[in-house]
Structure formats: C-alpha cells, structure tokens
C-alpha cells in the first residue's frame, strides 16, 4: 500500500469518525466521547501526514509510533461507545476494523524500518 493511498485511508477514517460521532447524544458524554474519538482519529492521519516530513529516520519512527498509539486509543473510544450502547455495533465494528488494520499496518512499518537502520 502506497503513501498516498494510506493518507487517504486514514483522512476518510477521521472523516467517518466525524460522521459516527454527529450521531451521538447531545449530552455531557456525548460530547466528551465525540471530543476524545475525534482528535485521536485525527491524529492518525495527521502524524502519519507529518511524518512524510520527518527529520531523521528517528523522528519517523517516532511520528509513526504516535500514530500507532492513537489508532489504538481510536479503538478504546469506539469500543467505549459501543459498551455504553452510544453507537450501534454497525457503526462502531468496521471503524474499530480499520482502527485495528492501521495499527497492525504501521506497527508493521515501523518493525522494517528499525531492522534497516
């Protein structure tokens, strides 16, 4: 999978996420849950973004490791919703897929290029 092709996965992952959280309840969890969901997803896109731009091979990896970790957190806020029956499991279970897919993918990315240096 190419760089542009994985940018654009994780920009329409972030847009999705969006969506799903405009479906929750205008209420004080609602809000804080949309609020937690919304930036980690954002920030999958945006380190992975970031990290086309990195200064050392350090700082990719480190950019790359962020993004693993807020795909992860991607995940817990998802599944948080859906326990707390916010989201139905239609909603929540392939952006929890595709949450998984990113960590697997750039934790994958980030094992070659630790052997390569």
């Known amino acids: 999978m ?8 994780t920009k329409l992952f972030n847009i999705a996420i969006i969506k799903a ?7 004080p969890a609602g809000f804080e849950l949309a609020k937690q969901l919304i930036r980690a997803a954002g920030s999958i896109g945006a380190n992975y973004r970031a990290s086309a731009r990195a200064k050392s091979t350090a700082d990719f990896i480190c950019k790359l490791e ?6 992860d957190e991607s995940m817990y806020w998802l599944e948080i919703l859906e326990e707390s029956n916010l989201l ?3 909603i929540t279970q392939p952006l929890i897929k595709e949450a998984n897919e990113f960590v ?3 934790v994958a990315s980030v094992k ?3 052997q390569k240096k």
């Not at 190419?2 to 996965?9: H, I, M, T, V």
């Not at 959280?21 to 209420?27: D, I, S, V, Y």
């Not at 962020?66 to 795909?71: G, L």
């Open 66 to 71: 962020i993004v693993i970790e807020e795909a």
């Open 21 to 27: 959280c405009n479906g929750l309840p205008k209420t």
């Open 2 to 9: 190419g760089k542009l092709e994985l940018q654009s996965r």
């Open 88 to 90: 139905d499991k239609t």
């Open 112 to 114: 070659t290029v630790k």
């Open 104 to 106: 697997s993918i750039f």
